[in-house]
T-cell receptor, first 112, second 114 residues
């Protein structure tokens, strides 16, 4: 079945630096890739997503890139701030099933 | 627009007891999902409803877990009897059937089985 690997599991950066989280998926039919941010005691919140017909998408300090050939996608956060500290999850989904397969999560710590 | 609502937020029970969780999705969302999130892991899908029909329950432990979505709106997830390994956060999410696949999550119910 579909599998999504996510790296690193933990990431510490200095405030103002950039952070990059990478995910690899196994099902070549996957065509929708959301990224969620989960703060302590809260449910996951969508921060950005990308579809397979697009190679890159940006929203202010957050960007996502997709390489369909290599079956991997990445989250880029620039000018990190302490409030970016949270657990980030990637997911992959196939059109028609609406089923998400989540990665194992990355705990991001932004040091002030 | 109101988000996905879940209750209770926390629940502590002893093993072999039963427990039920409730979810109210975003108005108009036809698809509803229940996920189990064990500490340190990503959410794992338990069951997916489209309106009031089950689309996928392949990972639901049916000997102890059950779920229903009467009238295609609210949903309840039940565990009976609970085991220690059921300790987790139970997340409910919803999405529009057509027009997109984005899932919106509720705050979750944190279950501790002693």
């Amino acid at each position: 079945g579909e599998n999504v690997e996510q790296h690193p599991s933990t990431l510490s950066v200095q405030e103002g630096d950039s952070a990059v989280i990478k995910c690899t998926y196994s099902d070549s039919a996957s065509n929708y890739f959301p990224w969620y941010k989960q703060e302590l005691g809260k449910g996951p919140q969508l921060i950005i997503d990308i579809r397979s017909n697009v190679g890159e998408k940006k929203d202010q300090r957050i960007a996502v890139t997709l390489n369909k050939t290599a079956k991997h996608f990445s989250l880029h956060i620039t000018e990190t701030q302490p409030e970016d500290s949270a657990v980030y999850f990637c997911a992959a989904s196939t059109s028609g099933t609406y089923k998400y397969i989540f990665g194992t999560g990355t705990r991001l710590k932004v040091l002030a | 627009e109101a988000g996905v609502a879940q209750s209770p937020r926390y629940k502590i029970i002893e093993k072999r007891q039963s427990v039920a969780f409730w979810c109210n999705p975003i108005s108009g969302h036809a698809t509803l999902y229940w996920y189990q999130q064990i500490l340190g892991q990503g959410p794992k899908l338990l069951i997916q409803f489209q309106n009031n029909g089950v689309v996928d329950d392949s990972q639901l432990p049916k000997d102890r877990f059950s779920a229903e979505r009467l009238k295609g709106v609210d949903s309840t997830l039940k565990i009976q009897p609970a085991k220690l390994e059921d300790s987790a956060v139970y997340l409910c999410a919803s999405s529009l059937l057509a027009g997109g696949e984005t899932q919106y999550f509720g705050p979750g119910t944190r279950l501790l089985v002693l």
